[in-house]
């Protein structure tokens, strides 16, 4: 069993810069994957940006160049580091973690970035 609880989210103007936390309890496993996805009013659930235990990385090519994703396995917390904020940002941002257990999901964080 897996609780993520994420950090960070609120309101910053285009161009701005947020940086998102999401600390994780219970079990983490060297093969979990752990992530931030966004859902927009109306749209799916998708993802951001990935990361493994070793640091290899995944962007949705709609973030490649402004958001950064980085872990500390010693504290077992995820973070994204969101620069260049556009108004398309806007949306709730859920953390993930994803193993051979299946998928386990935050609250979530609303980021809006007024147009």
């Known amino acids: 069993q897996v609780q993520l609880v994420e950090s960070g989210g609120g309101l910053v103007q285009a161009g701005g810069s947020l940086r998102l936390s999401c600390a994780a309890s219970?079990?983490?496993?060297?093969?979990?994957?752990m992530g931030w996805y966004r859902q927009a009013p109306g749209a799916q659930r998708g993802l951001v940006a990935d990361?493994?235990?070793?640091?290899?990385?995944n962007y949705a090519d709609s973030v490649k160049g402004r958001f950064t994703i980085s872990r500390d396995n010693a504290k077992n917390t995820v973070y994204l580091q969101m620069n260049s904020l556009k108004p398309e940002d806007t949306a709730v941002y859920y953390c993930?973690?994803?193993?051979?257990?299946?998928?386990?999901w935050g609250q979530g964080t609303q980021v809006t970035v007024p147009s």
């Open positions: 993930s973690a994803h193993d051979r257990r299946g998928a386990y």
């Open positions: 219970g079990t983490i496993f060297s093969t979990t994957i």
């Open positions: 990361i493994t235990n070793g640091g290899s990385t």
